[in-house]
């Protein structure tokens, strides 16, 4: 008390034990990661599951109204394997994504080579070179459709006007699926390039020094430094390539639907067709149930083939 005016001290407020603080400190970081976790459940984690879970169940437009979806084991994955159309749909798909692959990879590494070099205007055209991506995949397959229409297309009217005879790249069931290839490999083009040019940008230019000083130049300087350290990312960037072009859908029902006489028809859009064409649920849910299982089997090999490297 001072000239009789009483003066009050707050309480101070106990410490807390690095016990609680450890324990505060994570409901923190719990509550920060609350919405992506949420999100990932809501939109990853729930439709994966839902779709492994409809792949043992008799599920179709009925199930919605009555609620009632029995399970049958193994029925639907027996059903779509025992059709013919399942072998020639797995031959489609196994083309198409090797072919897709090779094709983007070997001009997307070209194309980073080229631009690696840093001519005038090299940023301003690789910067065009992302528009084919940027696109979206129902508007490229709708002009590559044009283009590749046998009677009005530009690629005929190119060849007949040199004396050679039109292709029908869309209806003839030979020559549909390498159109398709064609397509694919047109739109993934940027993403490789853009990969690659990134990986490239990454390797020191004094190793290229060094290495030239010993006669790697050229070929030899590309086989002993660039593609050594460029592996890393090319492993990643096929794994990648696999895992997306396994599942294209949109590509191939914007140009032929799966036709000529299923000559394009993969795994991925004769799951579509069975989903939402003819509403059995449960085999499309089979079918894309199947395509995970691929598409897991590539992912061991590249964690397999990324423990070696980091082992070596």
């Not at 919405?35 to 994966?48: E, N």
Request: aromatic share 12%.
């Amino acid at each position: 008390m001072a000239d009789g005016i009483a003066v009050s001290v707050p309480a101070s407020r106990p410490a807390l034990t690095r016990p609680h603080r450890r324990i505060r400190d994570t409901w923190s970081k719990s509550l920060f990661l609350l919405p992506a976790i949420l999100f990932v459940i809501a939109f990853f984690a729930y439709p994966v599951i839902k779709n492994l879970v409809m792949g043992f169940q008799s599920y179709t437009t009925a199930s919605f109204y009555t609620g009632e979806s029995p399970f049958i084991g193994l029925a639907n994955y027996a059903r779509v394997i025992s059709q013919p159309l399942f072998l020639k749909a797995l031959a489609n798909t196994l083309l198409f994504t090797a072919g897709s692959l090779l094709g983007q990879f070997v001009i997307g590494m070209g194309l980073a080579l080229f631009f690696h070099r840093h001519f005038p205007l090299s940023n301003l055209l690789r910067s065009l070179l992302l528009l084919p991506w940027l696109l979206p995949l129902m508007v490229s397959s709708t002009s590559w459709k044009l283009i590749l229409d046998k009677d009005s297309g530009v690629i005929n009217q190119i060849l007949e006007s040199t004396g050679l005879a039109g292709v029908s790249w869309l209806t003839s069931p030979s020559v549909a699926l390498t159109a398709v290839v064609i397509v694919n490999i047109w739109i993934g083009i940027p993403f490789n390039v853009a990969i690659l040019y990134g990986g490239l940008q990454d390797i020191p230019e004094d190793l290229y020094e060094a290495a030239s000083l010993d006669g790697a130049t050229g070929i030899r300087a590309f086989a002993h430094v660039t593609w050594p350290l460029l592996r890393p990312v090319v492993t990643v960037l096929l794994v990648l390539g696999v895992v997306y072009t396994l599942k294209v859908v949109d590509i191939i029902i914007g140009l032929t639907s799966g036709g000529p006489a299923n000559a394009t028809q993969t795994i991925a859009t004769w799951s579509y067709q069975t989903s939402f064409i003819s509403f059995n649920f449960g085999e499309g849910a089979a079918l894309s149930n199947i395509l995970i299982i691929i598409s897991l089997v590539f992912a061991l090999l590249y964690l397999r083939v990324s423990r070696r490297g980091v082992d070596e």
